[in-house]
């Protein structure tokens, strides 16, 4: 769906982005921008959703209902540049396949209509895919003659070889975070709260709740988040019963508005054990909320969460080392809360949606001007 705003004598930017549904991180920014007052007031905007996936269980994943959304967006992003003749062409492509190859030629037909392309790179995969000839030919095709904004400089070396780092701007995620009381309980509370997938290190994590069953250790973990196609129900269930952990963990679904920041309030701890990502929002939320983190080494996390200051950061995959991070702050209760504090602080100074939003602007701006 497009939603325009008009502001006489303004540039014009189209934004062609995620939006919800379904729920992720760049669908959530989309989202987020496209109610920006401050953007909106600044420019002259339209937004168009970039987004083939209505369902968490599609992502990733090729259909013919998603083929012919494909084209629907084609026609309409080329509609809108004929008639509306934006001065720059804002786009949040993926890095990996199938998506990479529907931006990719979005990209390129964009400037083949003679606008500029300014790209927002959500995730990464870069790196790992450019020897294949075929995403090497996509990425040339995706990157050429554009500038990229990033979440982190530590993503910087993904997409080294197609961007000169001259044409690199750095945005950190930004996110609006409640007042959250805190609810006191008996025992120790972990929290995850993500989308429950594989690559999010969910398996990862009942393995060191099985650890921190056998040392003895009292807590209860709540698992929230939405199921998808690589993590059903009744398998997430079964994994739970199998290691003897369905005593200790909560599956609780996925939560949104007031339910999602009650589980904040209730958790002591939030652990993000994650795979594969690059700059979380529910990192942010909890560092909001004031929960000390223990996450891994993944992405752009080293630089949000600072090991032994905002939480503990581990390698990936480890579930012992998992457990040892957990049990440290689940019997120290000063260093929860010390961390806490830090993590508080940290984002109300780096990951404001105010921030986010100021920053964003001020790119859009030196484009249009450069």
Not at 80 to 103: E, F, H, M, N, Q
Request: contains cysteine.
């Amino acid at each position: 769906m497009e939603k325009s705003v008009s502001r006489t004598g303004k540039p014009r930017v189209l934004l062609v982005l995620h939006l919800p549904p379904p729920v992720h991180g760049p669908s959530q920014a989309g989202a987020f921008l496209r109610e920006s007052a401050l953007l909106n007031d600044t420019f002259r905007t339209r937004y168009v959703n970039l987004s083939g996936s209505a369902k968490l269980e599609e992502v990733g994943h090729f259909s013919v209902r998603k083929i012919l959304r494909v084209f629907r967006l084609f026609g309409e992003v080329r509609r809108v540049i004929r008639a509306w003749k934006p001065d720059l062409v804002y786009l949040t492509p993926s890095a990996t396949l199938p998506g990479v190859l529907k931006d990719a030629v979005l990209a390129w037909m964009v400037r083949r209509m003679g606008v500029r392309v300014l790209l927002h790179l959500h995730n990464k995969g870069v790196a790992s895919s450019q020897d294949s000839v075929l995403f090497n030919a996509l990425y040339l095709m995706l990157f050429r003659d554009s500038h990229v904004i990033l979440l982190s400089g530590l993503l910087y070396p993904d997409v080294s070889r197609y961007v000169p780092e001259t044409c690199v701007s750095y945005l950190p995620n930004g996110v609006d975070v409640p007042s959250v009381p805190r609810t006191a309980g008996p025992v120790p509370r972990l929290l995850f709260l993500s989308n429950i997938l594989r690559s999010k290190g969910v398996s990862v994590l009942v393995d060191a709740c099985e650890v921190l069953r056998g040392r003895g250790i009292v807590f209860h973990c709540s698992m929230v988040g939405a199921l998808s196609a690589d993590y059903p129900g009744e398998s997430l269930a079964e994994e739970i019963r199998s290691k003897g952990v369905d005593d200790c963990i909560d599956y609780l679904g996925p939560r949104y508005g007031d339910s999602k920041w009650e589980a904040f309030a209730q958790a002591d701890v939030f652990v993000h054990p994650t795979l594969s990502d690059c700059f979380p929002l529910a990192v942010l939320e909890a560092m909001g909320t004031g929960l000390p983190v223990v996450t891994t080494d993944e992405g752009a996390l080293p630089e949000i969460i600072r090991d032994g200051v905002e939480g503990l950061v581990c390698p990936k995959g480890d579930a012992r080392v998992l457990a040892d991070a957990l049990e440290r702050l689940v019997w120290d209760t000063d260093l929860r809360a010390r961390m806490g504090e830090n993590a508080r602080a940290r984002y109300l100074a780096c990951y404001t949606q105010g921030r986010f939003e100021q920053r964003f602007v001020e790119i859009l701006q030196q484009q249009l001007h450069a």
